[in-house]
């Protein structure tokens, strides 16, 4: 399988991550993350269906939010905190902050 | 003229604030407003088609960011800083302290 492509730190764009944090799926995604060392898709997929997460999953890789590595036969994701930190100082920490809206 | 509706700032929702801030147009309105007082939509819209500029302020308005008056002929636009922080401490803070995306 070949591996996912992630933008570099550098190439990051404040909107484009804006836009991947703008959707509630994705958010838990981010926040589930956030509280882990890696995860798989399985591990925070919510049960939801396989397409639509795979959707949310590029989203969050374009915008440079995940990493997605290939093990073996599964992907483990990690938040790439310190490349939106380095990119956008407080930006991820402010929004994480943030209760989950209702 | 009708007047517009704004929701609560205990109605906001963060994934509505990240979208509407995910666009180049609705950002530079935010950072613009963010600097004076008050602005009118032709002081906002960088010389861009009226249709294109009215559904910005819409995304705008209905994410609580901006407060649109009727003002006699002319529509005044304030940033709701108080209403966002209030609801989301640091956010707006922190978006706003990012550079611009190139």
Chains 1, 2 share one sequence.
Not at 49 to 76: C, D, Q, W, Y
Request: net charge positive; with cysteine; charged share 25%.
């Amino acid at each position: 399988m070949r591996p996912y492509k992630h933008p570099a730190a550098s190439e990051l764009s404040l909107e484009r991550v804006l836009y991947a944090l703008s959707d509630s799926i994705r958010l838990d995604i981010v926040r589930h993350l956030a509280r882990v060392e890696a995860a798989t898709c399985g591990e925070l997929d919510g049960g939801r269906p396989k397409s639509t997460v795979s959707h949310h999953f590029k989203v969050l890789r374009e915008a440079g939010l995940v990493l997605t590595e290939n093990t073996g036969t599964i992907h483990m994701n990690k938040l790439r905190r310190a490349d939106i930190e380095s990119r956008f100082p407080g930006l991820l920490t402010a929004i994480l902050a943030q209760h989950a809206s209702a």
